[in-house]
């Protein structure tokens, strides 16, 4: 089943506007997640580290007055398009670390957001 | 430098062959872990098998084994019997150790992988 969920799966909003997608730990805590970007046919980028009470990590390049990440708990980090414009249209998605038995520190994503600026 | 090398950007292969996908990696940490996600046209990330630095043994997991060569930094996948519903983006990624906790993901291009009927 799922580990990390993300929400929501696809957005479209207005040019200026802003947008929230949510990333949410299932049954496991989770101080550290990730968000990434990737354009179509491209490999994943990471954005920024989201930190649990603390300030998040930002990438070289990416601007952290647009892309406001908050992690107010364990199981929830949310990444804040703000004054969305369409070159923002991207696909973004987070992840977080888990810890199996099996597999270590095993790192799982969540679904995506679809982000359609228009 | 490119930390993680895929070096083929598209494979196809025949339905029930085995097909390996390549990956190269470039670090200087002595413990690092070895990841693979297979993307469909979806866009979820979905974990398929994982090895760390110091695993001995290759890992497996079902019919997705890595073929992990330590002193030649290769980190192929390979899927046996290939199925129809294989046909995705699949990606290398390597974790390296930073300072503090957090432990970033660094990813390859990715290599298309289509099966055929």
């Known amino acids: 089943g799922a580990v990390v969920s993300q929400h929501p799966s696809r957005v479209i909003c207005k040019s200026g506007t802003s947008v929230k997608i949510e990333c949410r730990s299932l049954?496991?805590?989770?101080?550290?997640m990730f968000w990434y970007r990737q354009f179509p046919k491209q490999s994943l980028m990471l954005m920024a580290t989201?930190?649990?009470?603390?300030?998040?990590?930002?990438e070289q390049g990416v601007e952290k007055d647009k892309f406001l990440i908050n992690h107010a708990s364990l199981t929830l980090s949310t990444l804040t398009v703000t004054s969305a414009h369409p070159e923002d249209s991207s696909f973004y998605i987070c992840?977080?670390?888990?810890?199996?038995?099996?597999?270590?520190?095993?790192?799982?994503f969540g679904e995506g957001s679809w982000l359609t600026v228009v | 430098a490119q930390k993680i090398t895929q070096t083929q950007p598209g494979m196809f292969v025949q339905e029930k062959e085995a097909v390996t996908l390549d990956c190269t990696y470039d670090?200087?940490?002595?413990?690092?872990?070895l990841f693979w996600y297979k993307q469909p046209s979806s866009g979820e990330m979905i974990f398929l098998i994982y090895q760390g630095s110091y695993d001995e043994q290759n890992a497996t997991e079902g019919r997705y084994s890595l073929n992990f060569q330590k002193a030649r930094k290769s980190a192929n996948l390979v899927i046996s019997a290939s199925q129809l519903g294989d046909s995705a983006m699949y990606f290398c990624a390597m974790r390296e150790a930073l300072s503090g906790s957090a432990r970033q993901l660094t990813f390859g291009s990715g290599t298309q992988l289509t099966v055929l009927p």
């Open positions: 049954d496991f805590q989770a101080t550290t």
């Open positions: 989201s930190n649990e009470g603390s300030k998040a990590t930002y």
């Open positions: 992840s977080a670390r888990v810890h199996r038995p099996s597999s270590g520190n095993t790192i799982y």
């Open positions: 670090t200087s940490d002595q413990s690092y872990g």
